[in-house]
Nanobody, 122 residues
Framework: QVQLVESGGGLVQPGGSLTLSCAAS????????IGWFRQLPGKEQEGVSF????????YYSDSVRGRFTISSDPAKNTVYLRMSSLKPEDTGVYLC???????????????WGQGTQVTVSS
């Protein structure tokens, strides 16, 4: 069964850091691209960061480049999103997704996690 399970969301103060995890099962990370979208209140879903292990490709949206870092652990079949210098406008639901690289860049995905809430507030 193909499944993505996110964890690591929570409440953090502005300027703080948080690391999200996405554990994949039913497929191997080196067979697909995988990454993170987010749904911010009142805004369209945004592709945040993606990684393709086989192609050695990484994508960051302009809004997070330089603050967020995506990484993977093939042994654990898990992808991480290290979020630093967090701002209140980063508050939202973060969803893990997997599909072909160009599908993720187009804003879609075949497989989605359930999402994890990130709240940046003092």
């Amino acid at each position: 069964q193909v499944q993505l399970v996110e964890s690591g969301g929570g409440l953090v103060q502005p300027g703080g850091s948080l690391t999200l995890s996405c554990a994949a099962s039913g497929f191997s990370l080196d067979k697909t691209a995988i990454g993170w979208f987010r749904q911010l209140p009142g805004k369209e879903q945004e592709g945040v960061s993606f990684i393709s292990i086989s192609d050695h490709s990484i994508y960051y949206s302009d809004s997070v480049r330089g603050r967020f870092t995506i990484s993977s652990d093939p042994a654990k079949n898990t992808v991480y999103l290290r979020m630093s210098s967090l701002k209140p406008e980063d508050t939202g639901v973060y969803l893990c997704a997997a599909d072909k690289w160009f599908h993720l860049l187009e804003g879609g995905a075949r497989t989605w996690g359930q999402g994890t809430q990130v709240t940046v507030s003092s």
